[in-house]
């Protein structure tokens, strides 16, 4: 089983609706948590990082939470736009090994206009 | 540009056949990877160099040797090419102590015949 688990697995929304992106994960202890935004025929692009210290971060349209009691992530995608279209990444870097990061399989949005 | 590269984007080849796969970064980092993105579009760590050196070899079929001639470049030599090798390979790059943030290269997507 994946220790870093998203759901939904994909979604559609309407341009300049909002949409939330949950990530379940079991590594622990963990160092922090990333959101990436990969988009098609691209390499994964670093949103947000933040450690277990953290609840929020934000990165413009882009809010990341945390809960490190429940093991749970969110991302919140404001405004959507048309470039919003993408693979969104969950990745977890546990603690004892900061090189050897934990992937979740993505949630594919796409924005419709 | 600073980033990390690959070459070729692209790779079209017979089952049997030896190929390779270039990485450079020019962002200075220690420590280089190469990932393997399956049609799951998990991604799952193969190799990662420090400094040169070795530190992360997963479960990897020995017909993929990495080979790191200096920090700035990472790449994969694959022999005896099969068909479950199809996927898209990423290169990616970091540095210590920020995070451990990783950059990732554009990928090269790797067709086997």
């Known amino acids: 089983k994946n220790q870093v688990e998203q759901s939904p697995q994909s979604l559609i929304i309407l341009e300049g609706k909002n949409c939330t992106l949950q990530?379940?994960?079991?590594?622990?202890?963990?160092?922090?948590l990333r959101w990436y935004k990969q988009d098609t025929g691209r390499g994964p692009v670093s949103l947000t990082i933040?450690?277990?210290?953290?609840n929020t971060k934000s990165n413009g349209r882009y809010t990341a939470t945390l809960d490190a009691d429940t093991k749970q992530s969110s991302l919140h995608i404001t405004a959507s736009q048309l470039s919003d279209s993408a693979s969104y990444i969950c990745?977890?870097?546990?603690?004892?090994?900061?090189?050897?990061?934990?992937f979740g399989a993505g949630t594919t949005v796409t924005v419709r206009a | 540009d600073t980033a990390v590269s690959q070459t070729p984007k692209y790779l079209v080849t017979q089952m049997g056949n030896d190929k390779s796969i270039k990485c450079e970064q020019n962002?200075?980092?220690?420590?280089m990877y190469w990932y393997k993105q399956d049609s799951k579009k998990f991604l799952k760590i193969m190799f990662s160099y420090n400094n040169k050196e070795l530190i992360i070899n997963e479960t990897v079929p020995n017909r993929f040797s990495p080979k790191s001639p200096d920090k700035a470049h990472l790449n994969l030599h694959i022999n005896s090419l099969e068909l479950g090798d199809s996927a898209v390979y990423f290169c990616?790059?970091?540095?210590?102590?920020?995070?451990?943030?990783?950059?990732f290269g554009p990928g090269t997507r790797l067709t086997v015949l």
């Open positions: 990616a790059s970091s540095q210590a102590g920020i995070h451990n943030e990783q950059f």
């Open positions: 962002l200075g980092h220690d420590t």
């Open positions: 990530c379940n994960y079991t590594v622990s202890p963990f160092s922090n």
């Open positions: 933040m450690t277990f210290s953290e």
């Open positions: 990745v977890v870097s546990p603690y004892s090994n900061d090189y050897k990061l934990s």
